[in-house]
């Protein structure tokens, strides 16, 4: 009798500890209303193999136009200029050796975007452009602790009047926000890490199942829609009453089964149903 109590208070006590442990910030209900009824394209509504690739000017203001949300990423360049741009690395897009952080920007702002005409944009530019007309999800890239970013963008979106929030994979820039601007809706970015079969490892267990939520404190969870079934993802959603978004979703049939699971979707490769 004393194992099995032994044993029941053990499983307790890490029961209590999970549920805290995956606790996001809760309330905020009408700050994150603003967020939703609208589609947000990835990186813009984009073609890689025409005039608009991703994170260009072109492919923002064809969002604009067509009335979605946007998503997009930021980073520095060596002289800490804001930057639009997914990858850390150049060569995918631009056909460039080294990281964004290796050129300055009057250097990378040379490189075209694959065979477009279209190059690397500041944020501060894309910031004009779009004025408040859509939503924004602004995706902060840390690679690992290079927290400057957090400071450089948010200097600037706490000049820009229109409704945005932001999201990171690193909670290190949640806990930034958390720690140097709460007001902000922000968001953390996740994924089947182990499950991909790219990442192993404690830190990516601990990532893929949301255990750092209780400090960093997110208002939603974006969550890679093909692991939707992870159990944080759905009891942050269900028990916390949590924002669920889902990316990305590259067809009106994912974006029809992922209804069931999420609330706000971030969508490329298709033009979805506007009928929300």
Not at 36 to 57: C, F, I, K, T, W
Not at 93 to 109: A, N, R, S
Not at 146 to 171: H, M, Q, W
Not at 224 to 239: D, E
Request: net charge positive; proline share 3%; aromatic share 14%.
């Amino acid at each position: 009798m004393t194992a099995l109590y032994v044993v029941f208070i053990v499983l307790a006590v890490l029961a209590v500890f999970y549920f805290l442990a995956i606790m996001p910030r809760l309330g905020r209900k009408k700050e994150k209303e603003k967020l939703l009824n609208v589609h947000y394209a990835h990186r813009g509504l984009h073609d890689n193999s025409g005039d608009a690739p991703e994170n260009s000017m072109a492919a923002f203001q064809k969002a604009v136009k067509a009335g979605y949300g946007i998503e997009l990423d930021v980073q520095l360049t060596k002289d800490k200029v804001p930057v639009v741009f997914h990858d850390f690395t150049l060569e995918r897009v631009c056909g460039k050796k080294g990281k964004v952080y290796d050129y300055t920007w009057e250097e990378l702002k040379e490189f075209k975007l694959f065979e477009s005409g279209e190059t690397i944009p500041k944020f501060a530019d894309v910031l004009s452009l779009v004025k408040g007309k859509v939503p924004l999800i602004v995706e902060l890239k840390v690679e690992w602790m290079e927290l400057y970013v957090c400071t450089e963008a948010d200097a600037l979106l706490r000049k820009y009047e229109g409704v945005y929030c932001i999201e990171s994979f690193n909670p290190l820039a949640l806990m930034w926000y958390r720690r140097y601007h709460n007001d902000v809706i922000r968001g953390q970015l996740a994924d089947g890490f182990t499950r991909t079969g790219e990442f192993k490892g404690l830190l990516y267990v601990v990532l893929q199942n949301l255990l750092l939520n209780g400090m960093t404190k997110p208002d939603f969870v974006a969550y890679n829609h093909k692991y939707a079934g992870n159990l944080s993802r759905k009891l942050c959603r269900r028990l916390y009453g949590n924002l669920a978004v889902a990316w990305t979703i590259k067809s009106q049939e994912e974006m029809e089964k992922a209804k069931r699971q999420f609330d706000l979707f971030i969508f490329e490769s298709f033009l979805p149903d506007q009928n929300l």
